[in-house]
């Protein structure tokens, strides 16, 4: 019961991190193709950044390298979204999150 706890806790704090750090840059690689397969891109920094022409609602799969980001369906970090933390699984299939072939932008 108590490793339980601690990974709800763990769960929490990583969770609190994302939603109360928008200050700090990220690095996310977006990939065309589930299982990181396909070609990829990288953006990082901080705030919205547009996802290229080439790249826009062609994304399958995210390595986050650890850190917090938010994919939104529309440009300028508008419409639904879906945040992707250590944790929140479907880094590899964003199928299973339903955001597959959505993303247009990031944040954090």
Known sequence: MASSKLVV???LLVLASCLFTSAVA??????RDSEFRGGHIELSGSGCK???SDFNDRTSSVNTHGGCVILYQNSG????SVQVFPGSGAHNNLKKLGFNDRTSSVGN
């Open 77 to 80: 970090c508008t419409g639904q």
């Open 9 to 11: 806790s763990a769960f």
């Open 50 to 52: 547009g996802v290229p």
């Open 26 to 31: 990220y690095k996310v690689w977006l990939f």
